[in-house]
Nanobody
């Protein structure tokens, strides 16, 4: 199985930027499709972006053009660059690893992102 540790959350003013990181360990990184989810207070967790080992990406409509997901396979790390942040981006952000072999998913502990003035 894989262990995931997120970092990089915090407080930022509207229009600002943050970069989240998710370090994976314990398994072969190439065996996983990596994703970022967010969960706002009182709402369900929702997919923000995902990336294949080869670098193919997909984004939720709400973040297209503002967020960029990337991965460094040599460092077993996936990133989420968030630009032009809005108050509605405020949420706990979770890193997720989807194991391609059997569809099993693993989650990080989450990191809080707060966008306010």
């Amino acid at each position: 199985q894989v262990q995931l540790v997120e970092s990089g959350g915090g407080w930022v003013q509207p229009g600002g930027s943050l970069r989240l990181s998710c370090a994976a360990s314990g398994s072969i990184f190439s065996a996983y499709r990596m994703r970022w989810y967010l969960q706002a207070p009182g709402k369900q967790r929702e997919l923000v972006a995902d990336i294949t080992y080869g670098g193919t990406t997909n984004y939720a409509d709400s973040v297209k053009g503002r967020f960029t997901i990337s991965r460094d396979n040599a460092k077993n790390t996936v990133y989420l660059q968030m630009n032009n942040l809005k108050p509605e981006d405020t949420a706990v952000y979770y890193c997720n690893a989807l194991r391609l072999l059997d569809g099993r998913e693993y989650w990080g502990q989450g990191t809080q992102v707060t966008v306010s003035s």
